[in-house]
């Protein structure tokens, strides 16, 4: 009895040609695309980088010295974004780009970090000591630590560096920095300071640089929290959009499946017989399900600000302008796939595929600074990466609406772009 | 030549205009191919108003084809369907039409006050017009005990009788129904035939396709009998009876015994296992073909004589017998 069922089960699946496709050949694209999106295969070219912006706001020889190393990181890529606005080649822009602007950008979600050289406030530093500060976004933990640790080795590297050219017994004056520039105790002084000023000094014991003499002197790196810092929102505030979109992306596919169930009972024959046109039942289906999104999206919201402290009070305008675009955008992707599909089985499939994918590649799942560089850029492909960049720079940059107008425009355009393919897949409906 | 074939040219056209708008829907020389498969060839019949036609059709004869292209859910490569010599291709001709899919296509997890209303809605009732007609259609149908149960748990018989009435809410002076009373029990076919009947006597035509033979004699007014996408035959019974087999008799002669070829001027059905011929006088013709069965050396073991009906019109013109 069992073995008959089995049997059937499987005769079944054999004459259904794009379920036994869909069975043993999903798996493998599957596993290739998460494997692609998670871990990077070409190491050279895509490895995550820190992305970070370098403000020499103060350029003192030692600075100069160390923003060249930090330049040669592999680890890190410099951000030229301010060449756009300034003219010049990158090695004066990195040198232009105040604080203010570092922050900006940090804050703006350009970079992860922004390395900050300043002028030191502290009197009792000699003159051209920089102070180091790492303004980064709180959301990025793992990033800030990596880079007040690159920071810290550079600087002793430049430090050393210097030292060593400035000492004749060396042969520093062969490399042609001249003597008069350096002052190697006020380097040292500049650099070695004492550790327990701040709690959020990074002082790594690097037994080389520990000379008896400085030994309680550990060059300071102060990491600035630029967002989390003074923010309400916690990090669930990130994570909620991420789940939400993916959500609202399975939901509204389900619920367009009603599609294809009329079709399959002819009762569109029924509706497009009566003074219903093809238009209005799109329409009519993407308005629903838009509908239901935004109440979704809205609940989920409002529970999260209820049970895990998310302000949406004072991000009403932000949070229902991308509800609004974003369900608008999930239900024409949703009646775009119904209106592909075949089946409803078919249906199922495509979208759990599709939706899985995009989810992964959008950063509903893990967030995509994490991811390399080409996935980072094919992850712009889907409109996932766009919500969750709107939802994000409205709650954890909390940015006001002006910000968001790309976001809001891409997914408008997305939402429009996918009920127009889904009316052209539908014209094989109408008539036969 | 020329001046006088000038003025004619619009008198004809005029006329054929008249002639298909007396009709309330005419079916013109009507062509569909689905791949290599010829599904409509040249089909044409005309129904007058308050006429109730049954189409007729071997499995696979292009039945539900002509059915959704009568209501432009079909687009035929030729042809031309005229409703009141009107194309259906013009705006809001098609709404003085009403459908009912071979298939149930109503919303099971709706009640069936809400399905009347969804489609009444659709078919563009609105208010006081719209409650009207929901609580005719529920009583029309039956059902005005268990019009706020969800159809999904109504018995078989029940949805057919809901998918009905959903087409017929806005009153459509032609109502198309493709097989209403596959599997529905003879109770519950008669109460739908009582339901058609009430439309027709309003004035309502009605086009529906069956494979009872029966249904089509006895409850329509006239029968089409569409074969391979053509129309083998149409009119009254009576008319096909006498188009086809005429005023013969059927003879049906069950015989044994080793037999050199078939009798000559007999047919050998093989489902019934009989000969078969007609004759226009029993008593005349018979001793001959009795005769004819034994001269190849047949031995008669029994013979029926039959008045012809449907069935034997059916049979006649397609060689094939219906399902059921
Ligand atoms: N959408 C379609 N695509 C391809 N072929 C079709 C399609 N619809 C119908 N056909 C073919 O056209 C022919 C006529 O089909 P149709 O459904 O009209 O027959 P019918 O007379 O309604 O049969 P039945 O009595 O079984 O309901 C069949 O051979 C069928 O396979
Ligand atoms: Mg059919």
Redesign the pocket.
């Known amino acids: 009895m069992i073995w008959t069922v089995m049997q059937t089960s499987w005769r079944r699946l054999k004459n259904n040609r794009s379920e036994l496709f869909l069975t043993f050949v999903v798996p493998v694209i599957f596993f290739s695309i998460f494997a692609l999106i998670f871990g990077s295969r070409d190491s050279s070219s895509s490895t995550p980088k820190i992305k970070v912006a370098i403000a020499n706001a103060h350029p003192s020889e030692l600075s100069n010295k160390a923003v060249l190393l930090l330049g040669e990181q592999k680890s890190l890529r410099i951000s030229e974004h301010a060449n756009s606005t300034k003219a010049g080649d990158s090695k004066t822009t990195v040198a232009t780009l105040d604080r203010a602007t570092a922050e900006d950008l940090v804050r703006r979600g350009m970079v992860s970090a922004a390395i900050v050289f300043s002028k030191p406030t502290d009197q009792a530093l000699p003159n051209n000591a920089p102070k180091i500060e790492i303004l980064t976004d709180s959301f990025d933990q793992v990033a800030s630590q990596v880079l007040a640790a690159i920071v810290q080795k550079a600087m002793l590297t430049a430090t050393a560096e210097i030292a060593k050219s400035s000492n004749p017994i060396n042969g520093s004056a062969m490399n042609g920095i001249p003597n008069a520039a350096m002052q190697p105790v006020d380097v040292q002084h500049a650099l070695y300071t004492r550790a327990n000023s701040s709690g959020s000094a990074i002082t790594p014991s690097n037994p080389l640089i520990q000379s008896p003499d400085t030994m309680s002197m550990l060059p300071q790196v102060a990491v600035v929290d630029v967002i989390g810092g003074k923010k309400t929102n916690p990090v669930v505030a990130m994570y909620a959009a991420g789940i939400a979109v993916m959500f609202l992306l399975f939901s509204a596919t389900t619920a367009s499946g009603s599609l294809l169930e009329e079709r399959e009972n002819s009762t569109l024959d029924r509706l497009l017989c009566s003074r219903l046109t093809m238009d209005q039942l799109l329409l009519g289906k993407w308005a629903f399900l838009t509908a239901i999104g935004a109440t979704q999206l809205t609940l989920m919201f409002v529970w999260g600000s209820l049970v895990f402290g998310i302000d949406l009070l004072h991000h009403l305008e932000g949070f229902a302008a991308m509800t609004l675009v974003t369900s608008g955008a999930a239900s024409s992707f949703a009646l775009m796939l119904a209106a592909l599909c075949k089946t409803r089985m078919q249906l199922g499939w495509v979208s759990t595929i599709v939706i899985l994918s995009m989810s992964a590649l959008g950063g509903s799942m893990v967030p995509r600074y994490l991811m390399s560089e080409t996935i980072q850029r094919a992850g712009l492909l889907t409109f996932n990466a766009w919500a969750l960049e709107g939802f994000n720079k409205v709650f954890w940059r909390e940015m006001p609406l002006t910000e968001i107008g790309t976001e809001l425009a891409v997914l408008t355009v997305c939402g429009f772009g996918f009920i127009v393919a889904a009316r052209v897949f539908a014209i094989r409906w109408e008539r036969? | 030549m020329n001046v006088l074939a000038t003025p004619e040219l619009p008198a004809i056209q005029s006329t054929q205009q008249n002639d298909h708008s007396i009709f309330a829907l005419s079916v013109v020389d009507l062509w569909k191919k689905?791949?290599d498969?010829q599904?409509l060839s040249g089909t044409s019949f005309d129904v007058k108003p308050g006429e109730r036609l049954a189409l007729l059709?071997?499995?696979?004869?292009?039945?539900?084809?002509?059915i959704r292209s009568m209501c432009g859910r079909v687009r035929p490569d030729r042809g031309e369907i005229l409703l009141f010599g009107k194309s259906i291709r013009e705006p809001n001709v098609l709404q003085s039409m009403g459908v009912i899919p071979?298939d149930l296509a109503i919303y099971a997890d709706l009640t069936a006050q809400e399905n009347l209303e969804c489609f009444g809605q659709l078919h563009g009732l609105r208010s006081r017009k719209l409650r009207e007609r929901v609580k005719w259609a529920l009583r029309w149908i039956g059902l005005e005990d268990r019009a706020r149960d969800l159809t999904k748990n109504f018995s078989g018989g029940m949805k057919r009788r809901v998918n009905i009435a959903c087409g017929v809410l806005h009153r459509p002076q032609i109502l198309l129904l493709?097989?209403p009373t596959v599997g529905v029990d003879p109770q519950s076919r008669q109460r739908i035939f009582e339901m058609l009947d009430e439309l027709s006597q309003e004035g309502t035509s009605i086009v529906l396709?069956t494979?009872h033979l029966d249904e089509a004699e006895t409850r329509c007014d006239r029968i089409v009998i569409?074969d391979h996408?053509k129309v083998v035959a149409d009119g009254t019974i009576d008319q096909l009876i006498e188009q086809t087999i005429g005023v013969q008799r059927e003879v049906a002669i069950e015989a044994t015994g080793l037999m050199v070829a078939a009798p000559p001027g007999l047919r050998w059905d093989a489902t019934r296992q009989r000969f078969l011929c007609y004759v226009e006088n029993v008593a005349d013709e018979l001793p001959g073909i009795l005769e004819r069965v034994q001269s190849v050396g047949g031995v008669i073991t029994d013979m029926e004589v039959h008045q012809p009906d449907l069935h034997h019109v059916f049979l006649y013109l397609t060689g094939r017998e219906l399902?059921e």
């Open positions: 036969s | 689905y791949g498969h599904a059709g071997p499995n696979g004869a292009g039945k539900t084809t002509l071979q493709d097989e396709t494979h569409v996408g399902r």
